[in-house]
Nanobody
Framework: QVQLVESGGGLVQAGGSLRLSCAAS????????MGWYRQAPGKQRELVAV??????NYADSAKGRFTISRDNAKNTVDLQMNSLKPEDTAVYYC???????????????WGQGTQVTVSS
């Protein structure tokens, strides 16, 4: 029932930048992780960046180019993408993981996806 609203996708030429934003329509409690995934045509969905209580993790392809940030109080998570490459073209999905069952079991909320297209 929680909706994650994404924005910031679009068309950009190689070397350019985009900033993706994601906000929950309602307050979410017990957030365990906030992150961004992407899926290119014919490929599996893959993790791009994630923030947990233990720190921040990036996919190897994103290191040095992408920066993830979040505001737990506002339930928002952003992804700043610099030096974009055509290989970054994909549908990007934001994700928020919460803990249920007395904090034992994880549950994932997903955004509808926003298209990022990088031209050569």
């Amino acid at each position: 029932q929680v909706q994650l609203v994404e924005s910031g996708g679009g068309l950009v030429q190689a070397g350019g930048s985009l900033r993706l934003s994601c906000a929950a329509s309602t307050r979410i409690f017990s957030i365990n992780a906030m992150g961004w995934y992407r899926q290119a045509p014919g490929k599996q969905r893959e993790l791009v960046a994630v923030i947990t209580s233990g720190g921040i993790n990036y996919a190897d392809s994103a290191k040095g180019r992408f920066t993830i940030s979040r505001d737990n109080a506002k339930n928002t998570v952003d992804l700043q993408m610099n030096s974009l490459k055509p290989e970054d073209t994909a549908v990007y999905y934001c994700n928020i993981r919460v803990l249920v069952g007395a904090g034992i079991r994880p549950y994932d909320y997903w955004g509808q996806g926003t298209q990022v297209t990088v031209s050569s």
